[in-house]
């Protein structure tokens, strides 16, 4: 089954410590991006990736971190979490040129406490 | 300064009913509009979408009306059911520039039976 596939579901922190999102994809997409939601603010990008080792920010970056070594993982990382990065999470990827085809993971809940 | 302004909030409509949710956008280099829908618990996955060369698409019960002088598209939900009840998120792209999606803030939507 084509998939987006995020890891830990819900995850519960404490202030500055650190910690990684996984975003994992079979469909062999070249882009990948992730998406803070938030009530009210709708669905906000913080990074993306148009293709292996090929990162860039998106509109909300600061205090996260992306990675992109391997074309299907594109780990975000929160090096020190603060109660503003409580949020819910989500991980999408498509083709290059297709924004049509966007493909969403199922969302990490996160709590920063 | 959000791109792309969605209204409702919320909305609560009777079985049946139509259910509308407008959306109004900044930037005209935008050229592709989609709507996602959002269970709870789920990612959002696209429910219809325009192009601003088109006045109306419609798929099933619901329509996209798009007014492009004035900067604004709209969904209408025909024959609301249960089922339907859900977040609706309107989007903004500009393919040229790659995959990036600018969403409006989300409609909560409940249709009672």
């Known amino acids: 089954e084509a998939q987006v596939t995020q890891n830990p579901r819900y995850l519960i922190t404490v202030t500055g410590k650190k910690l990684t999102v996984t975003c994992s994809q079979n469909m062999n997409h070249e882009y990948m991006s992730w998406y803070r939601q938030d009530p009210g603010l709708g669905l906000r990008q913080i990074y993306y990736?148009?293709?292996?080792?090929?990162?860039d920010k998106g509109d909300v970056p600061e205090g996260y971190k992306v990675s992109r070594k391997e074309k299907r993982n594109f780990p975000l990382i929160l090096e020190s979490p603060s109660p503003n990065q409580t949020s819910l999470y989500f991980c999408?990827?498509?083709?290059?040129?297709?924004?049509?085809?966007?493909?969403f993971g199922s969302g990490t809940r996160l709590t920063v406490v | 300064q959000q791109q792309v302004k969605q209204s409702p909030q919320s909305l609560i409509v009777q079985k049946g009913g139509i259910s509308i949710i407008n959306c109004a956008y900044e930037n005209t280099a935008f050229d592709y509009f989609p709507w996602y829908q959002q269970f709870p618990g789920k990612g959002p996955a696209l429910l219809i979408a325009i192009r601003p060369d088109v006045s109306e698409k419609k798929e099933g019960r619901f329509t996209i009306s798009f007014n492009k002088s004035a900067k604004q598209f709209s969904l209408h939900i025909m024959d609301s059911q249960p089922g339907d009840s859900a977040t609706y998120f309107c989007a903004a792209s500009i393919r040229a520039a790659g995959n990036k999606l600018t969403f409006g803030g989300g409609t909560r939507v409940l249709v009672k039976p």
């Open positions: 990736s148009m293709n292996v080792e090929v990162t």
């Open positions: 999408a990827s498509s083709f290059v040129g297709a924004p049509y085809g966007y493909t």
